[in-house]
């Protein structure tokens, strides 16, 4: 059966017209489909993940080669590694300037610009697996609320990327409470809030530094996304422990892009982007978990690792500090994340995990 015929955007399109006019024939309506210009686009895009870990070329640039293959090569990303346009921490200012187009990076970042960006994140202690993340963002509306925060700024926020759990590599047992007082770990945004409510010490430090702030003793340990996430960054060279279970089930990164280009684009290319979106942050979501469970049994067998498991007193307490800083945000950003927290103690009651 050699008659099968390649269908590309445009024809797709004019079939997609021809069937609309036949709905509309029967007394139904169908919306229009606004297509984007003919010309090719081509946008640049930047992440924070550095380019030796497992995950860059599969999730980045994986997501880059989806848009093209969509689009039979009519709309490319230019991925870029970090700090080669702009330093991570200006990323945001750098897309709304129009100096990149887009990004695929952490939303913790701008937690102190955009505070609903830590609802994107993922709060320790709330998730518990993929469908009960995808029903709070999608499902009970904290997703659009999510994009009206960024749409302020001038961005278009698409969504997640998962980064699986959120895991601590860590030279210090974490069994108890107490065992977090005085605790030194690299963290940022909302979480790094919860590990000081926790009587730790959280400090920020960049991806490029982390493995020498390890060996030498400047932190105790880290959250690099789930294991396997920090496994890409070697942190089981100098770390003895892996702390379980995750803070987090599922923590993500995003894709987010100018709001005056995405504006710009026609229905269809904006449908490929969400599509490409969603596809790649449930890929990912498969990815880094089968990664966290192997990364696990090797850091035992290859490294002498321990696995450490808080007990539930510790799994508790930090699901209450995280619920506290929730509460903080609604109330240093009523507009956005103020109606987000209701949304998630709805779903935590909902869940029945308070």
Same mark, same amino acid.
């Given at each position: 059966?050699?008659?099968?015929?390649?269908?590309?955007?445009?024809?797709?399109?004019?079939?997609g017209?021809t069937?609309?006019?036949?709905?509309?024939v029967?007394?139904?309506?169908?919306?229009?489909?606004?297509?984007s210009?003919?010309?090719?686009?081509?946008?640049?895009?930047?992440t924070?993940?550095p380019?030796?870990?497992?995950?860059?070329d599969?999730?980045f640039?994986?997501f880059?080669?989806r848009?093209k293959?969509?689009?039979?090569?009519?709309?490319?990303i230019?991925? &870029?590694?970090?700090? !080669?346009?702009?330093?991570?921490g200006?990323?945001?200012?750098? @897309?709304?300037? +129009?100096?990149?187009e887009?990004a695929?990076?952490?939303?913790? /970042?701008?937690?102190?610009d955009?505070?609903?960006? +830590? &609802?994107?994140?993922?709060?320790?202690g709330?998730?518990d697996?993929m469908?009960e993340?995808?029903?709070?963002?999608?499902?009970?509306?904290a997703?659009? $609320? $999510?994009?009206?925060a960024?749409?302020?700024?001038g961005?278009?926020? @698409?969504g997640?990327?998962?980064n699986?759990?959120?895991?601590?590599?860590?030279?210090?047992?974490?069994?108890?409470p107490?065992?977090f007082?005085?605790?030194?770990?690299? !963290?940022?945004?909302?979480?790094?809030? @919860?590990?000081e409510k926790?009587?730790?010490?959280?400090? !920020?430090?960049t991806?490029?530094?982390?493995?020498?702030?390890?060996?030498?003793?400047?932190?105790d340990?880290?959250?690099?996304g789930?294991v396997?996430?920090?496994?890409?960054?070697?942190?089981?060279?100098? =770390?003895?422990?892996?702390?379980?279970?995750?803070?987090?089930?599922h923590? =993500?990164?995003?894709?987010?892009?100018?709001?005056?280009?995405?504006?710009? #684009?026609?229905?269809?290319?904006k449908?490929?982007?969400?599509d490409?979106?969603?596809?790649?942050?449930?890929e990912?979501?498969?990815?880094?978990?089968i *990664?966290?469970?192997? *990364?696990?049994?090797?850091?035992?067998?290859?490294?002498?690792?321990?696995?450490? /498991?808080m007990? =539930?007193?510790?799994?508790e307490?930090?699901?209450?500090?995280? #619920?506290?800083?929730?509460?903080?945000?609604?109330?240093?950003?009523?507009e956005? !994340?103020?109606?987000?927290?209701?949304?998630?103690?709805?779903?935590?009651?909902?869940?029945?995990? $308070?």
């Open positions: 059966m050699n008659n099968t015929k390649t269908i590309n955007r445009r024809s797709f399109l004019a079939t017209a069937a609309a006019a036949a709905v509309a029967t007394g139904l309506s169908a919306p229009a489909v606004i297509a210009p003919k010309q090719k686009i081509k946008w640049r895009m930047q924070h993940w380019t030796g870990n497992w995950y860059y599969p999730i640039e994986g880059a080669r848009i293959e969509a689009t039979n090569g009519e709309f490319e230019e991925t &870029h590694q970090p700090n !080669s346009i702009v330093s991570t200006d990323v945001l200012r750098g @897309v709304r300037r +129009g100096t990149l887009g695929m990076i952490y939303p913790a /970042y701008w937690v102190g955009i505070p609903a960006a +830590g &609802h994107l994140n993922g709060n320790f709330t998730w697996s469908e993340m995808q029903f709070f963002l999608h499902d009970m509306g997703l659009k $609320i $999510i994009r009206e960024y749409a302020s700024r961005i278009y926020q @698409v997640p990327i998962s699986g759990g959120t895991a601590i590599y860590s030279n210090k047992r974490l069994e108890t107490k065992d007082e005085g605790f030194k770990v690299r !963290s940022n945004g909302s979480s790094a809030q @919860v590990f926790m009587g730790a010490a959280p400090v !920020s430090i991806g490029g530094e982390l493995y020498q702030a390890l060996q030498t003793g400047v932190v340990g880290a959250h690099w789930g396997s996430a920090g496994w890409g960054m070697n942190l089981q060279e100098v =770390n003895k422990y892996i702390i379980q279970p995750n803070l987090a089930a923590q =993500n990164s995003e894709v987010f892009f100018s709001l005056e280009a995405w504006n710009k #684009l026609g229905d269809d290319f449908r490929v982007i969400e490409a979106v969603l596809a790649t942050h449930l990912a979501a498969g990815m880094f978990m *990664r966290d469970l192997q *990364r696990m049994k090797d850091f035992q067998s290859e490294y002498n690792g321990e696995i450490v /498991y007990n =539930n007193d510790s799994v307490m930090l699901r209450l500090k995280s #619920l506290e800083v929730v509460d903080e945000l609604s109330k240093r950003d009523p956005y !994340s103020g109606k987000i927290g209701p949304i998630l103690r709805e779903f935590m009651q909902l869940t029945g995990k $308070i």
